[in-house]
């Protein structure tokens, strides 16, 4: 049997791998603590729940949904985007329900890209940017996000003849996995540049809404003449602690809406209708769960930052996001240093590496983890010395 190139050419799924670790300390009696993947812990909230019992009775959606989805939904999506950004979209032509964000990020590159193609990508990243871009037969340009560009991709940086060649561009704020966000400016710049360049810009919102210390995150489609060149992605994932139920949105550019759609028609039927439902009433019903939830993440991530400035790791405490991003000791990498937090405290960390050739150096910590979980996770690094990075090597 042979099975594709492509599949040989995946790395593993990070995620999957650490989940194996977990299994089998787990398995042998150890008890883990984990901030490894970011998969909120806290319930639906209950209303959005109640919708779906409601929805399950109905039986238009025991029956194929539309792969464009309930136009009801789509209007939702672009009222609530009206609601938080001020942003006014077509619901018919400019937006596009997904089974979650991630299956529009990764199908949008068979929209978009052909064999030859050159698309910009950022490192450190969410995998699934790299993933699609080569499942379509195209080359990738990586853009360093570096401490010292605060986490931006420099526009400047990229070379000309790459900005010429290149179709496409993919930014992420606020950022996983470093946690950086973009201010309006920012977003502004890219549009003129992709202008310029005649490049389409394909931007990750999933943590908008995952704000601390009275942040508010700005939209990609506020900025001027972005809904010209490029597509916002969005999720109910981790603004409504809905990853189980598989519900997110692209939104922006017609054309782009258009093609994906063409891909996404050819592929998959759609979105559960009564789940569906349940993003309506996630998007335009009660909003104080998302006040709720960050009160929460905020009190994590303050234990979190204050225990690992206490044990000596340089670390910036996040305004977005659901992580926290430290610069590991000199002298580990950051495969090394998430080996000894795992062999010493029995913690799970993401090494920076595993995004990429430039998160090198970092761990990322997720604050999805229930809090007396995290109190015994900072309870073990309080009373942990950081052994020489010598005997890391073990
Ligand atoms: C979690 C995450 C997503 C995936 O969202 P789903 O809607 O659950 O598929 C997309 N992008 C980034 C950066 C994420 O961290």
Known sequence: ?????????????????????????????????????????????????????????????????????????????????????????????????????????????????????????????????????????????????????????????????????????????????????????????????????????????????????????SSFMQAEGARDIGLEFHSLSKSYNMTGWRVGMAVGNSELVRGLLKIKENLDSGIPQAIQEMAMEALLGPQDCIEHNNAIYKARRDKVVGVLRDIGLEVESPKASLYVWAKVPSGFTSAEFAARLLEDNSIVVTPGSSYGVNGEGYIRLSLTTPDERVETGVQRLASWEIPSPSSAAS
């Open 1 to 217: 049997m042979k099975l594709s190139n492509r599949i040989g050419l995946l790395k593993p799924y990070p995620f999957v791998e650490i989940s194996r670790i977990i299994a089998e300390k787990r398995a042998t009696g150890i008890d883990v603590v984990t901030f490894g993947i970011g998969d909120p812990d806290i319930p639906t909230p209950e209303h959005i729940v109640g919708r779906l019992e409601q929805a399950s009775h109905h039986l238009p959606n025991h029956r194929y949904p539309e792969s464009d989805s309930l136009p009801e939904f789509r209007r939702a999506v672009a009222q609530w985007y009206e609601n938080r950004f001020g942003v006014k979209l077509d619901p018919d032509k400019e937006v596009l329900p997904l089974i979650g964000a991630k299956e529009g990020i990764g199908h949008v590159a068979f929209a978009l890209l052909d064999p030859g193609d050159l698309a910009l990508l950022p490192d450190p990243a969410y995998p699934v940017y790299a993933v699609g871009t080569m499942f379509a037969g195209a080359e990738s340009y990586t853009m360093p996000l570096t401490e010292k560009g605060g986490w931006l991709a420099d526009l400047e940086a990229i070379p000309e003849d790459i900005a010429q060649r290149a179709s496409l561009m993919w930014l992420n704020y606020p950022n996983n996995p470093t946690a950086a966000v973009a201010e309006p400016d920012y977003f502004e710049q890219v549009v003129r540049y992709a202008k310029e360049h005649d490049i389409i810009v394909l931007h990750d919102a999933a943590y908008s809404e995952v704000t601390f210390d009275g942040y508010q995150c």
